[in-house]
């Protein structure tokens, strides 16, 4: 018995025609917006088609089989022509509430891995405690290798096209300066401020956010999101700030290098508003396509190590580290890191601690890439400032290698819950806005 099963699409041309030993023509309703999924079976033996609907059966009256054409007819009631606006909207408001779990699970993806991050970060500068700035080039140049690595094997199983990697290189250029230049201003304003101060000067990273997705990608954001991004902020300062002294330190510190610093953080947020520009350009270019994050992971790496090479002499001089003396200093670090030879003494938790903060700290890069492309830059912001408070607690714990535990903050729990408050005005706010726009887009 020759059968033939096919499934038509939701919407297209009025006319199907399948020959198989005679002809059977199907005409979809002009209205069919509602149906999803249509099946429909013939059998020479069995000239009768069926067509099953998402709702309801729809049979067809066939008046010739053969060789002859098969005609059917049929009408939908006014009752399903009804229902159709309705179940539209059905539609998209499911497709609102998954991507606003997607986002949801992606921000507590960056949360997670941006509180490992900063823990781990802390205890694998207990065997390195001499050589942080090996740490920092060993990090960059092993990303370099892995994201090319992942790239290319997504790539031969066919997730990244020759589309993506056709995609124009100048912009992925600009993101490896603007990281390389992030990194340099960081580390010379870090040398001269102390630990408290950074995660309060660290704020003016989610300003600098606002105001160039502002100007760069037109966004307008409302008063009230406007109101949590600035109690997020504060709610971090008071969490950091108690009983830290770390006013005093910024005014010992003298302006300079909190403008630095603050500079700093400019290029890091020019950084992931420019990234999301690229998304948005290769979804145009690629006709509605994504482009992999890895494309923009390997690429960006790329163009940053090779800045940080021509700034190594800079560099290298902000660390204390004499330029002719840089090689004998990543020789000594590389012995420490591996914790092998004579010169491992007091490199006690290596190559573990290091290699852990390693594979943390790429699991963060690419979760915070991945929640900035679904989301915005600012959703991404909100998520990694949510990591502060959690890392501040987590240090009050009895944590290996780490020897006594700090105490918590006097204002802890009053800078905490001013940021969680922040951070549901903010989401509140995105939550009501038109169909358009979801969580993740302020309007």
Known sequence: MASLCRRLPAAGTATSTVTLFGQVRLLQPTKSASIYRIRYGYSLEHPGVVLQLRRRSWTPVVEAIGNRDALERSDFSEEDEKEMPHSLAEGNSRKDVNQAVKVVVAAA??????VGNRVLYKLALVPLKQYPFFLAQISTFVYVVVYFSILYIRYRAGIVTDEMLSMPKTPFLIVGLLEALGAATGMAAGAMLSGASIPILSQTFLVWQILLSTIFLGR???????????????GVIITVASGSGAGKSLQEAGIFWSLL??????FQAADTVLKEVIFMDAARKLKGGSLDLFVVNSFGS????????????FLSKLWGIPFSQLPNYLKDGAACFLNLGTLSSGCDGAPLLPLLFIIVNMGFNISLLHLLKISS??????ATTLSVPISIYLFTLPLPYLGVASSLPTGFLAGAIILIIGLLIYTWTSSNVSSNSSLTAPT
């Open 377 to 382: 830059a600012v959703v991404s912001c909100l």
């Open 109 to 114: 993806a960056v949360v997670a891995t941006g």
């Open 261 to 266: 610093m603050m500079t700093s953080f400019l």
């Open 220 to 234: 307008r954001y409302k008063v009230n999101q406007l109101l949590g991004c600035f109690l997020v902020a504060i």
């Open 302 to 313: 790329a163009f940053q190590a090779l800045f940080i090479c021509l700034l190594l002499p």
